[in-house]
């Protein structure tokens, strides 16, 4: 396995091309004309959807103005090339009929293909959750990278890149929800705790297409996979009960108990300044009378 190159490819595509093209043996950064039949796509390349109505357009654009960006390619042992960046376009131009395309040949190691291929991707949104999630786990796991060098490489946050990894938890069922763009990374990040693939779809099914916020959907499976206890009610005697209807008619104001027999609370409402005046007099009256 190739060491692993430390320093500033977190930046981007630029930064790492650059680097490529330092330890490169061909090493050019020019542009030339090659074959569509010498040509192979990258098996392993992070991006498996690719959109027909865009991909459509692409092609129209193509047969009017022909490929502006060049593929990235790089050679392989049987002659051939492998793109490294640019199958989309690859794509496009097989589509529109063209023999031949613009592209730079570098030669690069099997972790530059790799990180070249992601980032190019993510750079141009062009990936779905999920494929970013499976080729970030590629990286750290055929060479080794931890989180944080993994984020560093393609140049994300390390927060960004763990909430990532966590949908590679999810059943396989979820994460085609993510892939079809029916269940935002959002939303799919709350199922993570659910341990059962069959509850996991079926609280999907509820936050699918946006039904409800991020928020509420968290409440909804936080309360399913921990509801909250049902409180039972404090038995209370029926003279208890009598007690508060006689306080109330007699303080001519709502009267409520919390407790039973034996503990609680009364608590005495009231609604303005003349209620609770009234309420002060009476209490006078009371304290008067018990004096004497």
């Known amino acids: ?17 650059s680097d490529i093209e330092e330890e490169s043996v061909i090493g050019s950064a020019e542009t030339s004309e090659m074959l569509l039949s010498n040509i192979v796509p990258n098996i392993d390349q992070p991006r498996k959807q690719f959109d027909d109505v865009a991909l459509s357009a692409l092609v129209e654009s193509i047969k009017k103005h022909g490929i502006i960006t060049p593929l990235i390619v790089t050679p392989r042992p049987d002659g051939k090339y492998m793109i490294i960046a640019g199958e989309r376009r690859y794509r496009a131009a ?27 991707n993510i750079q141009r949104e062009d990936l779905n959750p999920m494929e970013v999630a499976r080729a970030i786990k590629k990286l750290m796991d055929d060479y080794g990278y931890t989180q944080e060098e993994a984020a560093e490489r393609i140049g994300k946050a390390r927060p960004t890149v763990a909430n990532l990894l966590r949908l590679m938890d999810l059943s396989e069922a979820v994460q085609k929800l993510v892939e079809s763009g029916h269940l935002s990374a959002g939303h799919a990040r709350c199922l993570v705790v659910v341990a059962d693939p069959a509850l996991q779809w079926e609280l999907a099914e509820k936050g699918r297409d946006d039904k409800m916020s991020v928020r509420e959907f968290e409440k ?43 503990k609680g609370r009364i608590f005495i409402d009231y609604y303005t300044p003349d209620d609770l005046s009234r309420l002060e007099n009476m209490l006078a009256y009371l304290e008067q009378n018990y004096k004497a």
């Open 94 to 120: 097989t589509a529109a009929g063209l023999v031949s395309v613009p592209v730079c040949v570098r030669e690069c190691t099997p972790v530059q293909i790799d990180e070249l291929s992601l980032i190019e």
């Open 220 to 262: 909804l499976v936080k309360n399913t996979i921990s509801p909250k206890k049902k409180v039972e009610p404090v038995k209370q005697s029926l003279e208890l009960k009598d007690m508060v209807v006689r306080m109330q008619r007699t303080f001519g104001t709502k009267v409520s108990l919390l407790g039973n027999d034996n």
């Open 1 to 17: 396995m190739s060491p692993i190159r430390k320093g500033g490819l977190g930046r981007g595509l630029g930064a790492l091309l």
